[in-house]
């Protein structure tokens, strides 16, 4: 789940729980709440939740936000007020971590893409599509997971390249507007010391 706020737009905290993949989506609103989905299939893509900040007084920031477990509490409570039965979940997963490409070949409908089996601190490998030239076996560097949101606003879901599934994206150091960050094309490249599947952080990790 992606968690935005954006006083620019009032006191609303939208909550992104899928991809709308480009469908036509409808809402419904109830008291406080309202859930947008998808008309044809009538799947809850996200959540906008108006006056928030009398839900979770902490809400300060423009842009993304990480909410705690009574956060969410909070929030379920509001929707079973308002008449909805669907529960949001309290996400702990780190949507930007560290990441060891493990295995790669080319993708056979492409001359620059790449398919990564990479290491992201799960029990088995994920299947990432990139196509930076720096990419190799061997190589730590960051992948920002589905549900992740990138500092330009971009919104990170699972999907497919040119017909091959990926799980996500490998990351450059401009993507992740890291300060210094190389003019040449490629893939943030880390310490070799760094453990895979570990959150990214740039203050300790990144140096140009």
């Not at 991809?19 to 996200?46: H, I, L, P």
């Not at 560290?98 to 799960?122: R, T």
């Not at 190799?136 to 497919?160: H, Y």
């Amino acid at each position: 789940m992606i968690a935005t706020y954006n006083t620019n737009v009032g006191d609303v905290l939208m909550l992104i729980v899928a991809n709308d993949k480009g469908q036509k989506v409808s809402f419904e609103r109830k008291g406080k709440v309202a859930r947008v989905f998808v008309e044809e299939t009538k799947e809850t893509v996200a959540w906008n939740i108006f006056e928030a900040k009398s839900l979770i007084p902490n809400l300060s920031v423009n842009g993304q936000v990480e909410l705690s477990a009574d956060d969410i509490e909070v929030l379920n409570k509001e929707l079973g007020k308002s008449g909805f039965t669907e529960l949001l979940v309290h996400d702990i997963q780190a949507k930007f971590v560290v990441a060891e490409i493990v295995e790669m070949e080319d993708h056979p409908d492409s001359d620059h893409l790449h398919i990564c089996k990479v290491n992201a601190g799960f029990a088995d490998p994920v299947q990432i599509v990139c196509g930076a030239p720096n990419a190799a076996v061997g190589l730590k560097t960051v992948a920002a997971l589905p549900e992740a949101m990138m500092p330009n606003g971009a919104l990170i879901f699972s999907g497919a390249l040119r017909g091959i599934a990926s799980y996500g994206m490998l990351c450059s150091a401009r993507e992740l507007a890291l300060p210094n960050a190389p003019e040449v094309r490629g893939i943030i490249e880390l310490p070799d010391n760094l453990v895979a599947g570990t959150a990214f952080d740039a203050a300790t990790m990144w140096q140009a």
